[in-house]
Nanobody, 114 residues
């Protein structure tokens, strides 16, 4: 069983920045780690993901503003979010894909509002 724990959400003004962190437990080698988000009334969507080789993938809506990175030795992934917009408001979930199974964190709220 893999446990996934996120941290770093909060309230920020438009144009501000936040950094999310996620750590996965266990001495395991994880191929893909990523961030998803879900706004009220919307489906969960991919924000960004990163392989253990460093290849990244971003949603069009966050390209140029968000940066995903990871420390594979620590099974930790980060999401640096800059120039935040009100439409970025959502619960952000960390995802770990390991041995054919998706593991999710509990989610962290990000609210962008003046």
């Amino acid at each position: 069983q893999v446990q996934v724990v996120e941290s770093g959400g909060g309230l920020v003004q438009p144009g501000g920045s936040l950094r999310l962190s996620c750590a996965a437990s266990g001495r395991i080698s994880i191929y893909v780690m990523g961030w998803y988000r879900q706004a009220p009334g919307e489906q969960r969507e991919l924000v960004a993901d990163i392989t253990n080789g460093g290849s990244t993938n971003y949603a069009d809506s966050v390209k140029g503003r968000f940066t995903i990175s990871r420390d594979s030795a620590k099974n930790t992934v980060y999401l640096q979010m800059n120039r935040l917009k009100p439409e970025d408001t959502a619960v952000y979930y960390c995802n770990v894909h390991w041995r054919g199974t998706d593991y999710w964190g509990q989610g962290t709220q990000v609210t962008v509002s003046s």
